[in-house]
């Protein structure tokens, strides 16, 4: 019988299709920022940062950096590329106010700058204006020596993997930071919580979407750290005070 929508075999008219892989997009391009949302408000509202590990953002916006190069030599879904720049957004974000309080909070002491180059100090720099300098000087050395191997497959892909592999490190830092204080007090529960979903989504988006392999071996390498994570909060608990939000 003919009708005036086409549909898909399963009767769904194909504008639903369409609708709904656009709103999946919008999903992947902003949905990694939700986690960040109550740690900022936590840092916000306590003036602490003691909780929240900065190398964080330091894993995302190398990782990120490098997915937008590795763009240049394969080119993936636009979508992902549009994800990677509003997460640099976000941790620059992030990292502004924490620079902010950490200033607010601090008495008469030493500040460190990037351009100290003092390894025991790397990435605690007291302005923001410091990480916008490495995140520019970073860049400018990726850009020179991606356009200088481009025609390399062994170049271009090496590179995919590494971003990816830095990405699914997300959470080490903070697993590390929680070990050592022996707690997780000051880390938004939230944030894990919205981490491990986010990335259980992701990873069912990569393989519906046949990305490359890179994409959906760093979801799954991400969903075991947030669940490690999440095991040291029920382990450090009893004696952590540990806050929930």
Known sequence: MDTDIDLDIEGVPESSWSIISLLASCMMVFGGVVPYIPQYQEIQRTSNTDGFSTRVCLVLLVANILRIFFWFGKQFEITLLLQSLVMILTMLAMLHLCCSVQTTSRIVTKQHHFTDFDLRYFWSWSHIEDYLLFCFSFTVLCAFITFL?????????????????????????????????????????????????????????????????????????????????LFQVFFYGQGAHVKYG
């Open 149 to 229: 191997f481009l025609d390399s497959v062994l170049f271009v892909e090496t590179l995919g993997s590494l971003a990816v592999l830095i990405e699914a490190m997300l959470g080490v830092p903070q697993l590390i930071q929680n070990f050592q204080n022996r707690s997780t007090q000051g880390m938004s529960i939230k944030m894990v919580l919205l981490w491990m979903s986010g990335d259980i989504y992701k990873t069912a988006y990569f393989i519906i979407k046949e990305t490359p392999a890179q994409f959906w071996l760093c979801g799954i390498m991400q969903i075991c750290i947030d669940i490690a994570i």
